[in-house]
């Protein structure tokens, strides 16, 4: 099976930038890889997929044009880039494969695997 490991989250002020990685070990049997999120009291939200067979990727309309998901297939590693950070944006965020990013959306919740997670705080 495929281990996952997260890094990269922290406290950032408004406005601010990180950046997520996710590197992934194991059995890579997986087509997909992406991001969700989960902050306290709320469901699970899918943020970004990116596909490992051609590169097509999904973003929530609650971050297109802040962040950007990308792939180092030499690594089996994928990064997040946050820019525009909001206090919104405030969650738990988890590196998750999945078989294809179709699908991916507001309510999806049917990933395959994911890691431990990684804090993003946002708050001045």
């Known amino acids: 099976q495929v281990q996952l490991v997260e890094s990269g989250g922290g406290l950032v002020q408004p406005g601010g930038s990180l950046r997520l990685s996710c590197a992934a070990s194991?059995?890579?049997?997986?087509?997909?890889l992406g991001w969700f999120r989960q902050a306290p009291g709320k469901e699970r939200e899918a943020v970004s997929c990116?596909?490992?067979?051609?590169?097509?990727?999904y973003y929530a309309d609650s971050v297109k044009g802040r962040f950007t998901i990308s792939r180092d297939d030499s690594k089996n590693t994928i990064y997040l880039r946050m820019n525009s950070l909001k206090p919104e944006d405030t969650a738990v965020y988890y590196c998750?494969?999945?078989?294809?990013?179709w699908g991916w959306g507001p309510t999806y919740v049917d990933y395959i695997s994911w890691g431990q997670g990684t804090q993003v705080t946002v708050s001045s």
């Open positions: 998750a494969t999945d078989t294809t990013c």
């Open positions: 194991g059995t890579l049997d997986y087509y997909a």
């Open positions: 990116i596909s490992t067979s051609d590169g097509s990727t």
